[in-house]
């Protein structure tokens, strides 16, 4: 991964299509940038959420896209501009329309993910609202979270009306994360074409991001983009061109506003990259680079992030509440109820290491982790990855930790062949790695998913060698990391489709019949969306001994149960209510 292979000419064709590739990276992320404004300038105005602010976004977009490809290098046709527009017209929708063919099963995305966008789209203003404008069983989440994510779902969700529709922003920042990989590889004249195309996907396709792509998680928007502040931060070591820091800066406020998570992380990558150009002496990257992060910070935590980190901070005394500051309660409740039981007592750096040498389980206490062997697969393994989006242990799947006995092994033979290279990836991969130790709970891959960096940058220097040993190693590595991809996201997908499959059949067999169904939804109240969206009559109760039946269906992929009752059925009073 050294600079040391920018040699050729601007006007060669790699040098043209990475061109291309940032300013299409940038496009999509000036999309949701410019969304998100709109929503935050209308919250300001006193306004709400309405079906205008995802087509005004748009239009925005497409110019800005137009002018950045006229003033690319070589400078974009008419002909190459419009075409391209009306591709990226076409590209967005059809991301958001695929996503809206599943239903969100997920434990928080259809609990009070999609709860926090339902409640923008039905007028809660961020800024100015103190509650939501319906009650909800989710008031810490949505009144304490970060919530950047939900302004653009919001804002899909207002415009098509169709709520899952709004979870296919992972798919745009996945593609996103593609493009912006591939702007930051091809550069790189030592890298053959091949291997720079292999590492952006894999990049990608991190698993976090693949093992949440059709759910409202936002794990996975956070790693797709942390691989484009990565792959930007590595394009200005190579070859910096004015759109990168757009695209850095508005990643660093998207990734900030989307988790509490994302500061410290980004903080960490902008300072090793920092370090990277003084040592360097680039002192024109440096500056620009200094300011891009400053902007996107700024734009991140004070403007899309104002709630909820400066509410928090006014009312809570700390921006991160309930994590942590006065008051703070909520990481002793994350330990209590999803720490396995053998990790207790252990430091984070043993908890780390032990989840990656481990079966892929969801080990809820008091369950406990189980190490293997590298490189062994079960199906267990693979089932549990696709049945939840977030795996405790060893999330990052069942072949991520021969992986990294793999990418350890080229990253030390490596400086015995090509000591520069290889000593410049083991320091990005220190700074990578003192992102991930820096969490306190990095064991579990969702909150930790930069982790899956690692092994690619190995992958990409020993591409890169002109050592052939190296080169056989650097393909085995490709080779496993892919199968491990492949592995998780089969198994996703066909889970999430027969879950949203059986789920739809449940719907339209409830909807064909005379009945009123009696609902206590739980944590689920989201599902009062699909019932209504389908016709289906229904009457909520607050708690599951008031049901009126003794033995409640379960509505599929949810902890809701319901029964059945006559349409012209008096409902029974609840205690405390008038006859």
């Known amino acids: 991964m050294s600079p040391g292979g920018e040699s050729s000419s601007a006007g060669t064709r790699r040098d043209v299509v990475a061109g291309r590739a940032l300013v299409w990276a940038t496009a999509l992320l000036i999309l949701i940038a410019v969304v998100d404004l709109l929503l935050i300038l209308t919250f300001a105005a006193g306004g709400r959420v309405s079906a205008w602010h995802l087509p005004v976004g748009a239009a925005c977009t497409l110019a800005v896209f137009g002018f950045l490809l006229s003033q690319s290098r070589p400078a974009g046709s008419r002909r190459e501009i419009i075409l391209s527009m009306l591709v990226l017209l076409l590209l967005v929708p059809a991301l958001l329309a695929i996503s809206g063919q599943v239903y969100d099963t997920s434990w928080d995305g259809q609990s009070y993910h999609q709860e926090g966008v339902i409640q923008l789209a039905r007028g809660w203003n961020l800024l100015l609202d103190t509650r939501t404008p319906e009650q909800t069983n989710h008031e810490m989440e949505l009144r304490f979270w970060a919530k950047g994510p939900w302004l653009f779902e919001a804002a899909v969700y207002s415009t098509f009306d169709r709520i899952e529709m709004a979870k296919g922003l992972n798919l745009l920042l996945i593609v996103a994360s593609f493009l912006a990989t591939i702007a930051a590889l091809l550069p790189l004249r030592t890298l053959p074409a091949w291997a720079a195309v292999t590492g952006a996907g894999i990049l990608a396709l991190n698993p976090v991001s693949v093992n949440q792509c059709l759910s409202f998680y936002v794990d996975g928007q956070l790693s797709s983009l942390l691989v484009i502040m990565a792959s930007l931060l590595f394009r200005i070591h190579l070859q910096a061109a004015p759109p990168v820091y757009t695209a850095l800066g508005l990643a660093l406020a998207l990734g900030v506003g989307s988790k509490f998570t994302g500061i410290p992380i980004a903080g960490i990558f902008v300072s090793g990259a920092c370090v990277g150009l003084v040592i360097l002496r680039r002192r024109n990257e440096l500056r620009s680079t200094i300011l891009a992060t400053l902007g996107g910070f700024i734009a991140g935590v004070l403007i899309l992030g104002y709630n909820p980190y400066v509410t928090n901070t006014l009312r809570q005394g700390n921006p991160f509440h309930p994590m942590a500051g006065p008051g703070a309660f909520y990481h002793s409740i994350l330990l209590d109820d999803q720490l396995p039981a053998d990790f207790v007592g252990r ?15 969801n080990a809820i206490p008091p369950a406990t982790s189980a190490l293997k062997m590298p490189f062994s697969v079960d199906r267990a393994e693979v089932a549990t990855l696709g049945e939840f989006c977030d ?10 930790s021969g992986a990294c006995l793999v990418a350890v092994a080229i990253l030390i033979g490596a400086l015995g062949v090509c000591r520069r290279a290889a000593g410049m990836s083991l320091l990005v991969a220190a700074v990578v790695l003192a992102s991930v130790v820096i969490l306190s709970e990095a064991w579990w891959a969702r909150l930790s998913p930069q982790l899956w960096l690692i092994p690619t940058i190995a992958f990409i220097l020993s591409a890169g060698s002109s050592h052939r040993p190296l080169r056989l ?3 085995i590595l490709a080779l496993i990391l892919a199968l491990n991809i492949g592995l998780i996201g089969a198994a996703y997908v ?7 499959a059986t789920l739809s059949r449940q ?9 009123r169904l009696v609902v206590f939804f739980n944590w689920f109240r989201t599902n009062r969306l699909r019932l209504a969206d389908h016709g289906i009559v229904f009457r909520e109760v607050p708690r599951p001994d008031l049901l009126p039946c003794a033995a409640p269906e379960s509505l599929t992929g949810s902890l809701a149960q319901f029964c059945r009752e006559p349409v012209g059925t008096r409902p029974q009073s609840l205690p405390g209510e008038a006859e």
Do not use: C, I, Y
């Open 347 to 361: 430091n984070r750096v043993e908890k780390l290491a032990r989840s990656v040498f481990s079966r892929s389980v």
């Open 391 to 400: 795996t405790r242990v060893s999330g990052w799947g069942p072949l991520f």
């Open 473 to 475: 190693g650097g393909s």
């Open 494 to 500: 066909r889970k999430s489709h027969q879950r949203s």
């Open 507 to 515: 719907l339209l067999e409830l909807s064909r019949t005379d009945t």
